[in-house]
T-cell receptor
Framework: GAGVSQSPRYKVAKRGQDVALRCDPI?????LFWYQQALGQGPEFLTY????????KSGLPSDRFFAERPEGSVSTLKIQRTQQEDSAVYLC????????????FGSGTRLTVV | DAKTTQPTSMDCAEGRAANLPCNHS???????VYWYRQIHSQGPQYIIH???NNETNEMASLIITEDRKSSTLILPHATLRDTAVYYC?????????????FGPGTRLSVLP
């Protein structure tokens, strides 16, 4: 497709459940970011990939969060043993050139932990 | 932490120019000014970026002061669809992997 695609669009998880969020970047885009956005706040950085290499994961809030991009295209953000504070919109962004001319964001996955 | 400060909210009449200010007094020589906006229930959308010269594209104009400590995003003829949160971000354009640090942004309401 022409844009960054994220699925599912909405996810409701029971506390303690594991979830997996998918990001399909624009074809050929080298750089991929994950952000977390709490209600009423700006997006906050989670992790960065360049191709299949995860170059920065300093924003992941705990070891329950794990991201991968094994073939340098599709990326998955996994959250284990979800907690209520994990409720947020998870945004994926990709770029051809490490964001020199801006990133293209997906519409996000809204995760609600009940 | 975000390196920019923006007003929390602004109103603009439909059809008029919307001028959104941003202060970035600690900007370094390698850092560009980027603007994104986020319409409700969507991901952020890139608008424009610049270093020191004024920039214009089909969406907006970016005016950066000579000392680069502040800038203004101008939407020349605001429409209701421009209602969104606007984020001003400074980033080293060539620092591959440096993430965009979003602050709370300015909530622009375009009024009919």
């Amino acid at each position: 497709g022409a844009g960054v695609s994220q699925s599912p669009r909405y996810k409701v998880a029971k506390r303690g459940q594991d979830v997996a969020l998918r990001c399909d970047p624009i074809s050929g885009h080298v750089s991929l970011f994950w952000y977390q956005q709490a209600l009423g706040q700006g997006p906050e950085f989670l992790t960065y990939f360049q191709n299949e290499a995860q170059l920065d994961k300093s924003g992941l809030p705990s070891d329950r969060f794990f991201a991968e991009r094994p073939e340098g295209s599709v990326s998955t953000l996994k959250i284990q043993r979800t907690q209520q504070e994990d409720s947020a919109v998870y945004l994926c962004a990709s770029s051809l050139d490490a964001g020199k001319d801006g990133y293209t964001f997906g519409s996000g996955t809204r995760l609600t932990v009940v | 932490d975000a390196k920019t400060t923006q007003p929390t909210s602004m109103d603009c009449a439909e059809g008029r120019a919307a001028n959104l200010p941003c202060n970035h007094s600690t900007i370094s020589g390698n850092e560009y000014v980027y603007w994104y906006r986020q319409i409700h229930s969507q991901g952020p959308q890139y608008i424009i970026h610049g270093l020191k010269n004024n920039e214009t594209n089909e969406m907006a104009s970016l005016i950066i002061t000579e000392d680069r400590k502040s800038s203004t995003l101008i939407l020349p003829h605001a429409t209701l669809r421009d209602t969104a949160v606007y984020y001003c971000i400074v980033r080293d354009r060539l620092d591959y992997g440096q993430n965009f640090v979003f602050g709370p942004g300015t909530r622009l309401s375009v009024l009919p």
